[in-house]
């Protein structure tokens, strides 16, 4: 079996009927925008081509950034069958018709295998022997981060290589030699420079979605001349590229939950900003300041606790937009606390002491005698009871007693853990001096 045709070999210029990108595609990586760490003439990828050679590879990436071209033109320099194939509608056993045509036909075939993040862990197995045997190239395309929802067997047989959004210049470059190709034809299409670049701009870095916009112009009147306030008015704007389960949900969250760590208040209310007008959920937004709150606030400031909590319930009663203000004055509120996370490592220590010492007994002192029975065993014998004394200290031991005393909760200098760590040294300092029978020490500080 010969090389395999392009798409842009078996479509004629003018018919209509096939989407201007696919169209328009680059046919050489010199005429490829964007991406120029692969098409830089000096870039591992454009060595490969030259050479007519191809891997298997996963282009882990946002919409409309060339995962398609750049597998089209890897095959085409290899001269090997291109196949494509989508995870959303294929499953394993069109997969393996692929396989069956390329062993009979006796030549390794590109399976460019769109949306690959969407195969099980079955179905990628079956993927594993034929990329293993030079059956086939395997070239996946995926908006998801690989390392979720691609299992090790396949990524260890494959190179991930990371594609970025398009630059607005980038998607300026394209949609100006698509309008050349649309200039091409009987039509008087023309179109203004800046309306070029409001297209660019509004994309995203979404080529494919930039020339969907241009070729809807060009098919409500191809007659005309499009100035910027007309493409405005034809077009709608495109729609933040966000998916409340995949990786720009959690890059968001990530982005704030960091900028408030880090006390950039301003920061901290863009990212949160971005979140609602991406579509996120506020009662989602709401839940994790609560837990950024604890984790990060903790006691610096006991307070940022029940700011978050307000700004929950303030949101559950007024709703979307008026409710959404007290997301944003909790965000700058705990931008701008104290901040420690003694609490929250304190937890993480106690939590792991306690799976290493689960068998270890509660202290005979520390135990409840409800009953004469438990009395007579000795539970509750020799316990100090605090209210006995002045100051409410006593010294005795409240851990197992193969634990000793450990440290768990560790108070920084900062905001109300400050007074929290002078009240503990002042709690250290009476309790040593009580050897046996209680003494009375200095006043306790405020």
């Given amino acids: 079996m010969g ?52 891997c298997s590879c996963i282009f882990w990436g946002p919409p409309g950034v060339g995962k398609t071209t750049l597998a089209t033109l890897m095959a085409d320099a290899a001269g090997i069958p291109f196949v494509q194939l989508s995870a959303v509608s294929a499953g394993k056993a069109e997969v393996q ?20 993040h969407r195969f099980n862990k079955a179905q990628q197995d079956v993927l594993l022997p034929c990329i293993e045997d030079g059956t086939l190239v395997l070239v996946g395309a995926t908006t998801e981060n690989p390392s979720f929802s691609l299992n090790n067997a396949l990524l260890s047989r494959c190179r991930v290589i990371v594609l970025k959004p398009l630059q607005a210049t980038d998607v300026a470059t394209i949609l100006a030699r698509a309008c050349r190709y649309l200039g091409n034809d009987t039509s008087n299409f023309t179109i203004d420079d800046d309306a070029l670049g409001w297209l660019a701009e509004n994309s ?13 112009l060009y098919q409500a009147d191809p007659l005309r001349h499009w100035s910027l306030a007309a493409v405005q008015q034809q077009s709608l704007r495109r729609a933040a590229r966000y998916d409340r389960d995949g990786d720009a949900h959690y890059d968001l969250i990530s982005a704030l939950h960091k900028c408030i760590r880090d006390s950039d208040a301003d920061a901290a209310v863009y990212w949160l900003a971005r979140m609602l007008e991406a579509g996120e959920q506020p009662l989602y937004i709401a839940r994790r300041l609560i837990r950024m709150a604890t984790e990060d606030i903790g006691l610096a400031d006991p307070k940022a606790l029940n700011i978050t909590l307000d700004a929950h319930r303030m949101y559950e009663i007024l709703g979307s937009p008026e409710g959404e203000q ?52 000795g539970h509750g014998a020799g316990y100090q009871y605090a209210h006995n004394d002045d100051h409410a200290v006593v010294n005795q031991q409240h851990f197992p007693a193969e ?31 009580k050897q046996g029978e209680q003494k009375k020490g200095g006043g306790e500080p405020v």
């Avoid at 018709?97 to 690959?116: C, K, M, N, P, Y």
């Fill in 3 to 54: 090389k395999q045709a392009s798409l842009l070999d078996s479509v004629a210029a003018a018919d209509v009927s096939v989407p201007l990108a696919y169209r328009i595609r680059p046919s050489s990586l010199q005429d490829v925008a964007g991406q120029s760490d692969l098409t830089g003439d000096d870039s591992w990828f454009a060595t490969m081509v030259k050479e007519k050679r191809c």
């Fill in 403 to 433: 634990l000793g005393k450990p440290t768990l909760y560790r108070p920084v200098a900062r905001g109300f853990e400050r007074t929290l760590r002078e009240r503990m040294d002042w709690l250290a300092s009476m309790r040593a001096g």
């Fill in 204 to 216: 995203d870095g979404d080529a494919r979605y930039a020339l969907n916009a241009l070729e809807s």
């Fill in 97 to 116: 018709d692929v396989i069956r045509r390329a062993r009979s036909a006796g030549q390794t075939w590109l399976l460019f295998l769109d949306e690959i």
């Fill in 326 to 377: 007290g997301l944003f004055e909790a965000a700058i509120y705990l931008a701008l606390s104290a901040k420690s996370n003694a609490a929250y490592m304190a937890e993480k220590e106690a939590r792991k002491l306690a799976g290493q010492t689960r068998a270890a007994e509660v202290p005979m002192h520390l135990r409840n005698a409800p009953t004469k029975l438990m009395q007579k065993l």
